[in-house]
């Protein structure tokens, strides 16, 4: 016979359970008849918890017969150890770092996070990192905006979303499926993958370059083939290009500057190939070179690029550029 204290713990699991379930059901919920027979008891036992989750303040949310969990109001409770708050400590320097704006939904997180934090010098770190982040300049609309691409891309709903033209023609609306988010080193941006019915294909928007975004009821479902986790392995930053491999080789001269530049993997693809006096040369696969252009500009003539010869015609072309410019200053 279960003792009390037993009985209680076995109770708790199964609300943890029944939690989860709910927060991991589909856009129109589940019923406690599938809730129950996912964790092995009777319907009444699944109301009852249902019932004591809400009075523990879980935004459960039902109709018609169905329950789910609000997702955009629901807060998590998580324990750390040490070495795993070192690792969120440093994400968010991280965060702090590249969020070039007064971010909201940043701030609030990292002082969430500070208070998960098991040692008190880590909590006052990102708690300060925080406060970086809402000294920063504001933007309402970019937040309006990421709110909607993040609720749309979390509830799998498609959105209409209007991109600032160029060349001031006016911007038209055009349908959009938000499959993936993924932020870029390279300038502090935002970018939103997806499905664009404008142009029937996959495209990558920036968010910063968006002038209206609005949530539709409509909703879709992501293509089982779409990774992109794979249409970003051969990307430097964001852009993956034409789905073409182009080799970059770059050489490096010896002494410091080839210490650095073998210290860190700058790409998944990368080979280093050493030379007889004490150079190297980097050699990446990359889809597009776009965004490497800033990259290997920051090692001025410590950076020459072998390969391929239009990048390195673009190059040196900016390099004479630079040259007359300060040329005539001197």
Same mark, same amino acid.
């Given at each position: 016979m279960l003792q009390h204290g037993e009985r209680s713990m076995r109770r708790a699991d199964r609300l943890n359970r029944i939690e989860r379930i709910l927060y991991d059901a589909p856009h129109d919920g589940l019923t406690p008849g599938q809730v129950a027979e996912r964790c092995g008891v009777n319907r009444t036992t699944v109301w009852r918890d249902i019932r004591a989750l809400e009075d523990n303040g879980v935004p459960i949310w039902s109709a018609r017969g169905r329950y789910g969990i609000l997702r955009e109001r629901y807060v998590t409770s998580v324990r750390l150890n040490l070495h795993e708050a070192t690792a969120l400590f440093l994400a968010a320097r991280l965060l702090s770092r590249y969020s070039d704006e007064n971010h909201p939904h940043v701030a609030r997180a990292m002082e969430k996070l500070a208070a998960a934090m098991p040692r008190d010098m880590m909590q006052q770190h990102i708690q300060r990192a925080a406060d970086l982040v809402r000294e920063r300049r504001e933007r309402p609309e970019f937040t309006r905006m990421l709110e909607q691409l993040t609720e749309a891309w979390a509830e799998r709903k498609r959105v209409r979303l209007w991109q600032r033209p160029a060349e001031n023609q006016p911007a038209r609306a055009r349908l959009f499926e938000p499959y993936f988010l993924e932020p870029s080193g390279v300038g502090y941006a935002l970018y939103v993958i997806g499905f664009d019915y404008l142009r029937q294909d996959i495209r990558t928007f920036k968010v910063e370059r968006l002038e209206r975004v609005e949530l539709t009821t409509e909703r879709f479902e992501v293509p089982p083939d779409f990774d992109p986790y794979q249409y970003l392995h051969n990307a430097w930053g964001i852009n993956w290009g034409s789905g073409e491999q182009i080799e970059v080789r770059l050489k490096f001269p010896p002494g410091r500057v080839t210490q650095r530049v073998k210290e860190s993997e700058w790409h998944i693809s990368q080979q280093i190939e050493?030379?007889?006096?004490?150079?190297? *040369?980097?050699?990446?696969?990359?889809? @597009? #070179?776009?965004?490497?252009?800033?990259? +290997?500009?920051?090692?001025?003539?410590?950076?020459?690029?072998?390969?391929?010869?239009?990048?390195?015609?673009? *190059?040196?072309?900016?390099?004479?550029? @630079? #040259?007359?410019?300060?040329?005539?200053? +001197?």
């Open positions: 050493d030379l007889p006096d004490g150079g190297c *040369i980097l050699a990446v696969r990359v889809g @597009a #070179t776009l965004e490497m252009r800033p990259w +290997i500009r920051q090692w001025g003539a410590d950076c020459e690029v072998l390969e391929p010869p239009e990048l390195r015609a673009e *190059i040196a072309e900016e390099m004479r550029r @630079a #040259t007359e410019m300060y040329g005539k200053r +001197i």
